[in-house]
Each structure stands twice: as structure tokens, then as C-alpha cells.
């Protein structure tokens, strides 16, 4: 339904059947992109303004360590397919309704490979794009903050891939002895995966999530994306590229209560919460 209420204005009798066939299994996402080559519009003007902060709004700013709760990766947003999900698993994430809000940060496809960005800023970014333009001032007469923006995401997907995937133009050779699950002393295991695995098992699933249903589909999913062991690490599973394949936070838990039981991985997560009894911090009661 959702994806009818975004093409309704561009269905004529001469291509509805062929538009439809074209959205059909797509997520929201790729149904603004079909859009947008429907009825490309023209480039917006950067423009920076001040505007009043209603009451519960949200604006751009370093999160607070606690403030995040702990299924916040749980969904994929609006832009999820429901082919992407397993029927019936648990803590799947599902499509949302067609009434539902877009998150805020609204990406806007205008025309192919053309988009519009909104974002509400606090004042600290405010005055650093300001600086930032000051310093660029020679590089970048225009002062274009989507230029600058462009340069910033650039960066900070450059150090998130090499945080989560170790992907690098650097990358160290590969060392065999550095794979098994040990520490550098040999004497135990340890979850952390090594750099070369976590960077070819990335490149090999395409950053996506390579849960496949019952009716051979798979996941689309590409946010939370997770290391999962096939042979389970806490089963003596090792950290080798064959062993190891991306899953979404949804499909990796429901793995995971596959292989340890739904009840056990309850409890467990319950007692990793940062808001259980067993992690949070009372008054001190002396006897």
C-alpha cells in the first residue's frame, strides 16, 4: 500500500501495469528513486537558517552514552522490505505502516543520482560549519555547506568501515597465526575477529545481511549489520571466513535462538541490558 501511495499521482491508464511491475518487491527506498526518474525535479539552494525548536524535537548532536535504548537497530526504518524478512521470525523487523512518519534527516530523491537532504542541527554544529567555512574560505569561495557535508560523510564512512569491516588502503598482510581464536598470548580464547577476516568476509557479503528465507529471498537488510558464527563461537565455533557471514541485529538474534534456545538467549540479553537490576546502580543497602 505504501508503495501505491507513492506512485498514485503517476499512474496513467497507458503505464500503471508497467510502473507496478516495476515497484514490485521494492522497498521504499528504491520507489522514490523510481519517482524521481518519473518526475525528476530541479536542485535545491544550500541555505542555512535559524528556526524555533519545538517541544520533543530532535536536532543533530553527540548522543549521550546512556540516552540510546538497547533496541534501537532493531528496525530498519521505513525503507525495509517486507521480502527482506523471514514470515514468521521473531524480531524480525517488519514494514511500517503507510501513515508512518519519515525519521528525521529526511533524504529526498529529486531526480537519478540527485537528492535532497534535511537536518536540524544544534548550535555548537552551526558554528562549527560556520568556522569551516571560514577555513575553507580559499579551497571553497561558493562556502557550499553540501559540499562540505559531502567531504565530512566521506570521512567518517572511511573510519566507520575501517572500525566495523577493517577496511583500509593500508591493510596489513594477511597472518594466519592471527586468525585462530586466542589472544596474543595464546593462552585463551577471544571474540574479538581478526582485521583480515572481518574485511573479507565484508567484501564477500556486500555489506548486507545474508539471511535467505524459506522462499530463497534474502534479507536486504544493511543497518546493524553483524558478524554471525554458522558454527556457533560459544559452541567452539572459529573465526574463519568460512565460518563466518553478515547478519542484520533481527536475523542474527533469531539465529541465535535457534542455536541456544529462545528462553536462554531471553535471559541472557536481559541480564545484558543496561536497564536489568543486575546493571544498574542502586543505593547501597548494608545489613
Known amino acids: 500500500l505504501s508503495a501505491i501511495m507513492q506512485l498514485a499521482k503517476h499512474l496513467t491508464d497507458e503505464n500503471h501495469r508497467g510502473l507496478l511491475a516495476r515497484a514490485r518487491h521494492k522497498s521504499s527506498r528504491e520507489i522514490d528513486l523510481l519517482v524521481a ?64 512518519r519519515r525519521p528525521h534527516g529526511q533524504v529526498l530523491a529529486l531526480a537519478p543520482r540527485r537528492f535532497k537532504l534535511e537536518v536540524t542541527v544544534d548550535q555548537q554544529t552551526h558554528d562549527k560549519l560556520r568556522m569551516l567555512q571560514d577555513l575553507l574560505g580559499h579551497q571553497l569561495p561558493s562556502a557550499d555547506p553540501a559540499i562540505i557535508v559531502c567531504r565530512a560523510i566521506d570521512r567518517l564512512l572511511d573510519d566507520t568501515l575501517k572500525k566495523k569491516a577493517a577496511i583500509t588502503d593500508q591493510a596489513r598482510r594477511r597472518d594466519r597465526r592471527s586468525e585462530q581464536c586466542t589472544d596474543r598470548r595464546g593462552d585463551r580464547r577471544t571474540r574479538a575477529i581478526p582485521a583480515a577476516i572481518r574485511r573479507e568476509v565484508w567484501q564477500r557479503d556486500g555489506g548486507r545481511c545474508t539471511f535467505v528465507d524459506q522462499q530463497g529471498r534474502r534479507c536486504r537488510g544493511t543497518r546493524c549489520i553483524e558478524y554471525h558464527h554458522e558454527n556457533p563461537y560459544g559452541k567452539g565455533g572459529q573465526h574463519e571466513a568460512g565460518n563466518i557471514a553478515l547478519r542484520c541485529r533481527a536475523h542474527n538474534r533469531y539465529q541465535a535462538d535457534l542455536d541456544f534456545g529462545r528462553e536462554f538467549m531471553r535471559d541472557k540479553r536481559h541480564r545484558n541490558s543496561p536497564h536489568s537490576a543486575r546493571n544498574t546502580r542502586g543505593p547501597l543497602v548494608r545489613a
Not at 524555533?52 to 552514552?65: F, I, L, N
Not at 546512556?66 to 524480531?91: F, L, R
Open 37 to 100: 526518474e518519473l518526475a525528476p525535479r530541479p536542485d535545491v539552494p544550500s541555505r542555512i537558517r535559524a528556526l524555533p525548536r519545538p517541544a520533543g524535537s530532535v536536532v543533530c548532536s553527540e548522543p549521550e552514552a546512556e540516552s540510546k535504548p538497547a533496541d534501537a537497530c532493531s528496525s530498519q526504518g521505513p525503507e525495509q522490505d517486507m521480502a527482506s524478512c523471514s514470515p514468521g521470525a521473531p524480531n524480525v523487523p517488519t514494514q511500517n505502516a503507510p501513515t508512518a
